[in-house]
T-cell receptor, first 112, second 117 residues
């Protein structure tokens, strides 16, 4: 079945630092891949997505590239701000199946 | 443009009580689903629906019922609340239009925080 694995544990970093959150997946066929962000007390919001190999999704300075050869979709941002503090979820959806499979999420804390 | 609306935002129940969490969307989405979010567990799918009159179970359906009489509404019923059902519940919807739509993401509601004592 489909599954998503995110790196363990919260991420704490200083403002303007480089952020990477790892995401790998297992799926049949060629899934669509997503990153969602959840700010404190709110629901999940779609941050970016990619629907085929080598696609790069980008939004609000965040980027992620769909790597079929390594089954990965790592999230990156070059210079984080305090306002980027949130929980980030990687997710996938397979062709012909509308069910999203989520990773467990990573808490990101940005310190001024 | 309301999107997905969940009510109530907060609820405290006593063990054994029943209640219904409401979810409504105004985007004419065919697909709707309920998730629960627990610390360290991520989001787990409870039930989902691919259209009015059609529902199915997700990963953790026990203790919950759903129905889908209209495209807009997808209520989640707790039959007899238990402390293990203390969680944050999210409703989500998505466009489901066939072969070209697997790249669509979900729109989430803002959640219902439920405490069962």
């Amino acid at each position: 079945g489909n599954s998503v694995t995110q790196m363990e544990g919260p991420v704490t970093l200083s403002e303007e630092a480089f952020l990477t959150i790892n995401c790998t997946y297992t799926a049949t066929g060629y899934p669509s891949l997503f990153w969602y962000v959840q700010y404190p007390g709110e629901g999940l919001q779609l941050l970016l997505k990619a629907t085929k190999a080598d696609d790069k999704g980008s939004n609000k300075g965040f980027e992620a590239t769909y790597r079929k050869e390594t089954t990965s979709f790592h999230l990156e941002k070059g210079s984080v701000q305090v306002s980027d503090s949130a929980v980030y979820f990687c997710a996938l959806k397979s062709y012909g199946n509308n069910r999203l499979a989520f990773g467990k999420g990573n808490q990101v804390v940005v310190i001024p | 443009n309301a999107g997905v609306t969940q009510t109530p935002k907060f609820q405290v129940l006593k063990t054994g009580q029943s209640m219904t969490l409401q979810c409504a969307q105004d985007m004419n989405h065919e697909y709707m689903s309920w998730y629960r979010q627990d610390p360290g567990m991520g989001l787990r799918l409870i039930h989902y629906s691919v259209g009015a009159g059609i529902t199915d179970q997700g990963e953790v359906p026990n203790g919950y019922n759903v129905s889908r009489s209209t495209t807009e509404d997808f209520p989640l019923r707790l039959l007899s609340a238990a402390p293990s059902q203390t969680s944050v519940y999210f409703c989500a919807s998505s466009f489901e239009g066939g072969t070209g739509t697997f790249g669509y993401g979900y729109t989430f509601g803002s959640g219902t925080r439920l405490t069962v004592v």
